[in-house]
């Protein structure tokens, strides 16, 4: 499994993926990565987000390519974003072999109660996290 690395990999995956599962908290989002490209063939110029298929930003396109996003806005703390992510990319390769080969983001897009999970990377918030994306990923298995 390849990983996103740039901006320009995910904001191609945001604009042309949708939305294919969905819990609490995450949203897992997927965008084809389209055709091999032609031997000789140039990428288009720099007039916004390339497509998921262009061959600059995806050069590998036999297995999935997976990216996590993780906003301050839901997660304050730095050591809480690490976590998540870290729980992201290990879940992720339990589910690597029902992954089509596409873009996938995986995006936090609500917040975990500070009331109930007070420490900012304990087992129990890990525990939650894990337990979530394993139902999110579960969903493609449907």
């Known amino acids: 499994m390849q990983r996103l690395r740039t901006r320009a990999q995910f904001e191609a995956v945001m604009a042309a993926g949708r939305t294919v599962a969905r819990t609490e908290h995450f949203a897992l989002h997927r965008a084809p990565l389209g ?3 032609e031997p000789g063939a140039t990428a288009p110029g ?8 262009s061959p600059a930003l995806f050069a590998v396109r036999h297995e999935p390519w997976l990216g996590a996003i993780v ?6 703390r730095a050591v809480t974003r690490n976590a998540i992510r870290r729980q992201i990319y290990t879940v992720s ?3 690597e072999a ?4 596409a873009a996938h983001v995986v995006r936090l897009r609500a917040g975990f109660d500070r ?4 420490s900012a990377s304990s ?5 939650a996290v894990r337990t979530e994306l394993q139902r999110l990923f579960g969903e493609l298995r449907r």
């Open 123 to 127: 087992p129990a918030l890990k525990a």
């Open 98 to 101: 029902d992954l089509p080969a």
């Open 46 to 53: 720099p007039t916004g987000p390339e497509p998921p298929g």
């Open 115 to 118: 009331a109930q999970f007070r």
């Open 35 to 37: 055709p091999d490209p």
């Open 71 to 76: 906003p301050k806005r839901w997660a304050r």
């Open 93 to 95: 390769q339990q589910f």
